[in-house]
């Protein structure tokens, strides 16, 4: 149903970086998640009064708080595309994230509610009743869920939303909380043992983990996260591209939300090359990633020597004893200052977060190791540098 709404009323439906094609989705699958909601609510309400079943109410009242998550979803979508302003140069485009953040909130309060509800069921048991009608609406329910959760997942992964995966949890979540309920219906009919209060707080209990785990992949974009592999390579195949370009160090992606990248990078260029023709060179690598990756670019450009024996030799060396400390490490900006007596040996070390080693512990490690080289006259000046891709 979302792809044929999807062909009909959304331009372009297939260009998934747009991002005035990520709010046409995010409000059509809003909408049609309110619907569905709504209609689930009104059902299981139904058939949580006639059998006085708290695990199918509570159902019930789960499909509604989704709806009111669908609601969150669709506005937020809407938010996320207006254009900057004054007081948001970079856009609203986190607007979508926040919107998934509320929908997380929404699962957890939704859960802890549940599972107080069937705590109380279990101190008070009370017979529940079942009927044809009952267990059709608990099994039409879950259909509809596994639906739910399979489109907005899809959607998710296309258009790379966070809020739209939380609300597939969501939908997951409700499938199996349905699941549950609509077992304990039957064995309780079939038995006569009353299982509603202990399913109620199994449903609650996977509720809740559900609404933490959204939490924190929503929270994750908010707070800042590395790039995604896929992204750091396509940069890299780009502007390493150019024959100008014999390097890249500092890459930073910052994300403004979805479709609102902002990248900026020093590329490494020939010391002897024509600067006005690097200069433009370096506006060509800005386009081109502009137009690929649908973000803003913005390149410094870092003069190297290339044709230096001496140099050359001396940066291989000193990149594998960085790389013998942690594969990892990479360094850049390197240059050899001589003097009368000694020669400085002036670079950066770029280390990731994680390392074993502290900042100190690279610098002193390093500094040892030159200072040992035949002729005992080399000195580092070092600069740690930290890898954010």
């Known amino acids: 149903m ?3 709404l999807s062909r009909i009323l959304i331009k372009n439906y297939e260009d998934y970086q747009s991002p005035a094609v990520r709010q046409s989705y995010g409000i059509l699958s809003g909408a049609v998640g309110i619907a569905l909601n709504i209609m ?3 059902g299981k309400w139904l ?5 006085g079943s708290i695990a ?3 159902d019930a009242f789960n499909n509604l708080s989704d709806a009111g998550s669908s609601l969150i979803t669709l506005i937020g979508f809407k938010l996320s595309g207006q254009k900057p302003d004054p007081e948001h140069p970079f856009g609203h ?17 939704m859960g802890f509610e549940l599972i107080k509800s069937s705590v109380e069921k279990l101190l008070h048991p009370a017979p529940i009743e079942s009927s044809p009608l009952i267990l059709a609406i608990l099994a039409a329910s879950i ?5 739910m959760a399979y489109y907005n997942s899809a959607l998710g992964r296309k258009l790379k939303s966070a809020a739209m995966q939380a609300t597939a949890m969501d939908s997951l979540s409700d499938t199996v909380s349905t699941t549950l309920v609509l077992a304990a219906t039957i064995i309780s009919q079939l038995t006569g043992i009353l299982l509603d209060g202990w399913f109620g707080v199994l449903v609650g209990l996977f509720i809740f983990y559900t609404g933490f785990k959204t939490l924190k992949d929503t929270m994750d974009p908010l707070l800042g996260q590395p790039p995604q592999k896929e992204l750091v390579t396509q940069i890299h195949e780009i502007v390493m591209g150019h024959p100008m370009v014999h390097g890249i160090h500092d890459l930073i992606v910052h994300d403004y939300g979805p479709g609102r990248l902002m990248i900026s990078l020093h590329a490494e260029v020939s010391a002897d090359g024509n600067l006005l023709n690097i200069h433009d060179e370096i506006d060509n690598i800005e386009h081109e990633l502009q137009e690929k990756l649908k973000c803003s670019a913005t390149i410094h450009m870092d003069p190297i020597v290339t044709d230096n024996a001496e140099i050359n030799e001396m940066h291989r060396v000193i990149s594998k004893m960085a790389k013998n400390l942690d594969s990892r490490f990479s360094i850049h900006d390197f240059r050899m200052v001589e003097g009368p007596t000694h020669t400085n040996l002036i670079f950066d070390v770029v280390m990731p977060y994680d390392s074993i080693y502290t900042d100190n512990d690279v610098i002193n490690k390093l500094k040892e190791q030159i200072h040992a080289l035949p002729g005992g006259k080399y000195f580092a000046v070092i600069q740690i540098d930290k890898a954010y891709c």
Request: charged share 10%; hydrophobic share 60%; no cysteine.
């Open 2 to 4: 979302i792809t044929f």
């Open 40 to 42: 689930l609510f009104f």
């Open 47 to 51: 058939a949580g009064t006639l059998s």
């Open 56 to 58: 199918i109410t509570a």
């Open 93 to 109: 485009g986190r607007m979508e994230y926040i919107s998934g953040l509320f929908v997380s909130v929404a699962i957890l309060i």
């Open 143 to 147: 259909l509809v869920k596994v639906y």
